[in-house]
């Protein structure tokens, strides 16, 4: 069996900067971090690998210095893992790099699950599993919170907002994590050192049978023409009782009242 | 990027994040209650933090001194209790390291991994003072009977393996490496400290230990020069823990300075205020400049002992001054026992005594500094 895992390096920093110009993230000066959501797709991978013995390949695409998190990759359990970089590629939207991963995984070929983060924690979009599973024509199954192999089916548990859904897919398929799945590990000390006996495989923009058009900023549709946080304004004031018992009580009963409380049945 | 780079942003990645989840939110409980609560330990133990330092060839990660140090600044900023832990155990494989027999190399460092080891020179005759300790070793065929009594020693009674300054002969000063398995060797009393209080500090009791030669550190007579390195490396350790205290106050009155307010303006807008969190901010990056070039000396096989008192003897003061002056920026809060900065005058205060006091650095400073233009 064999597993693709795509991650992205995020900012450390929730204090993000954009950049006037770009409208893109600023990530001059921050150290980066495996996407959060990602490090739970990573770990369940590992533990399919654990039942399996399945090959987990791990990529992302990014420029040279994301070549840290696919180590620490490598370090977790990764057999092995490419770094897509190329200046072809810079600037692109979800749509192109969505395209480039889409290729990169039909060059490796033979894939049996391909896992994703949910989101990134940094651009939020949670596009990227659905554009890169139409890319590969595979199905998918978005913010899977369990996964287990039987045979060639995948039994998925999804927690949605009011319902609970059991998926049986059968592979291959393009499965993106929630940060319910699992519970990540460290990278351990030792294993990081170790990590160095396997190495991240580079492929360029040659590398791959990509059509110039859809790369980079030629091939990204969509455009930042601005961005800007949310004022925070108070509203709706209400002053609770003194008393930690009468306050208590009241807010339960705005809770009920408003819906977002509901009892036990 | 080099393979060392990326090992490094890897480490110090993961010990970040490892902080952020298991240490630091259970910094308080760790002083309250003098253990590693929730686990902590065994979490420690897991994720190989004991390899950090170890040479490769015996199973470990084989990281440099200045990575080693810059983690401990990052435990430390969590829980300065834990990074004193891990820096007296890192101390003690680094002389085995240096001076064990091969024998002994592999015998106890690929025990490293999972054994605390720990360092013991004082006794209730002698401390910084060797020459009066009463500790002694007797030859006797091919062995060494040990017999004495080491007490204050940093991870008594969690490390399982000790190094220990004994007399050889009346003036002789020599190390061995005993184990609590051997017969003979009791755990005693354990402190009952002001600060880092997560340590645990304590005795033990060597009646009649019998051991092999190969379990001399270096030769007979070595006792100085390895308690020296020993406190060499330990000082750079500790300019890492001091760093990590004074950065940890720093997060504390830049948060409360910016939240409260005084006459309706955040007090971090008051001059008097911000004199007190600069002072805080110039000790906290001296100490940090001091301990990473003794690091960077100790990786390049230069002399560091001056640059390495320095950070101890620079930081301690200036993280016990920076303490009081973040309690002062606090008020009634700084004053409190619910809240962290009391612990961390207790914890840096501390530091002024380990490893040597800070008279004994300034000693050490001066001689060096008259002996360079002798």
Not at chain 2, 66 to 73: D, E, G, M, P, S
Request: charged share 25%.
């Amino acid at each position: 069996m064999k597993i693709v895992v795509g991650i992205k390096q995020v900012p450390e920093t929730t204090n993000v900067k954009i950049n006037e110009k770009t409208k893109n993230i600023d990530r001059r000066g921050i150290s980066g971090v495996i996407n959060q959501y990602d490090r739970h797709a990573l770990e369940a991978a590992f533990d399919i690998k654990a039942k399996t013995g399945a090959e987990v390949i791990v990529m992302t695409m990014g420029p040279d210095d994301f070549v840290v998190s696919l180590q620490e990759a490598l370090a977790l359990g990764a057999d092995s893992a490419i770094l897509l970089s190329d200046r072809a590629f810079a600037g692109a939207d979800t749509l192109a790099t969505g395209y480039v991963l889409s290729e990169a995984i039909k060059k490796i070929g033979d894939v049996d699950l391909v896992l994703l983060g949910q989101q990134s924690v940094d651009a939020d979009t949670g596009q990227m599993g659905p554009i890169v599973s139409e890319f590969l024509d595979m199905s998918q199954v978005t913010y899977a919170s369990k996964l287990d192999v039987d045979g060639d089916t995948l039994r998925i548990k999804r927690y949605l907002e009011t319902v609970e859904q059991d998926v049986i897919a059968k592979l291959p398929v393009l499965v993106t994590v929630t940060d319910q799945a699992n519970e990540p590990k460290y990278v351990n000390v030792v294993e990081i050192a170790k990590s160095f006996e396997k190495s991240v495989i580079t492929w360029h923009a040659s590398d791959l049978n990509l059509d110039d058009d859809r790369v980079g900023q030629a091939g990204s549709p969509s455009v930042v023409r601005s961005i800007s946080s949310p004022e925070a304004v108070a509203k709706d004031n209400h002053k609770l009782a003194d008393n930690p018992q009468d306050a208590a009580d009241e807010l339960v009963r705005i809770l009920k009242d408003k819906n977002i409380l509901v009892e036990d049945k | 990027m080099d393979q060392k780079t990326i090992s490094q942003d890897i480490l110090l990645r993961m010990v970040k994040s490892f902080v952020k989840n298991e240490v630091a939110p259970y910094d308080m409980d760790i002083d309250h209650t003098r253990s590693y609560v929730n686990d902590l330990w065994s979490k420690v133990k897991e994720n190989d933090f004991l390899s950090l330092m170890l040479p490769k060839e015996y199973g470990g990660a084989g990281f440099d001194g200045r990575t080693t140090a810059k983690v401990i600044n990052e435990i430390a900023k969590g829980n300065a209790s834990l990074a004193v832990t891990l820096e007296g155990h890192f101390k003690s494989v680094d002389q085995i390291v240096k001076y064990g027999s091969d024998e002994l190399k592999n015998e106890y460092l690929p025990q490293a991994k999972n054994r605390v080891i720990a360092f013991s020179m004082t006794e209730p005759s002698g401390g910084s003072n060797p020459m009066g300790i009463n500790s002694h070793a007797e030859k006797s065929g091919d062995k060494w009977i040990i017999n004495g009594d080491k007490i204050m020693i940093t991870n008594g009674g969690l490390a399982e393996i000790y190094c220990v300054l004994v007399k050889t002969a009346p003036t002789e000063l020599s190390f061995f490496v005993v184990d609590n398995e051997m017969e003979g060797f009791e755990y005693g009393k354990q402190e009952n400290f002001l600060g880092l209080t997560g340590v645990p500090v304590g005795e033990i009791v060597m009646n009649n230990i019998e051991v092999d030669e190969s379990h001399l550190l270096g030769k007979v007579g070595m006792g100085k020069e390895i308690g020296d390195s020993a406190h060499d490396d330990a000082r750079v350790l500790m300019g890492a823990v001091l760093t990590g205290i004074m950065e940890h106050e720093l997060d504390l009155v830049t948060d409360y300075a910016t939240h409260r307010k005084a006459i309706d303006t955040p007090i971090i807008q008051m001059q008097g205020i911000q004199r007190k969190v600069a002072d805080i901010a110039i000790s906290k990056e001296t100490t940090k400049l001091l301990y990473q070039k003794a690091a960077w000396m100790k990786d390049h096989g230069q002399d560091y002992e001056e640059e390495a008192a320095m950070a101890k003897a620079y930081g301690s003061r200036s993280a016990v001054k920076a303490g009081d002056d973040s309690l002062q920026i606090l008020g009634g809060y700084g004053y409190s026992l619910d809240y962290p900065i009391e612990h961390l005058i207790r914890d840096a205060r501390a530091m002024e005594i380990a490893e040597g006091t800070v008279e004994k650095m300034r000693t050490a400073i001066a001689l060096k500094e008259a002996e360079s233009r002798a």
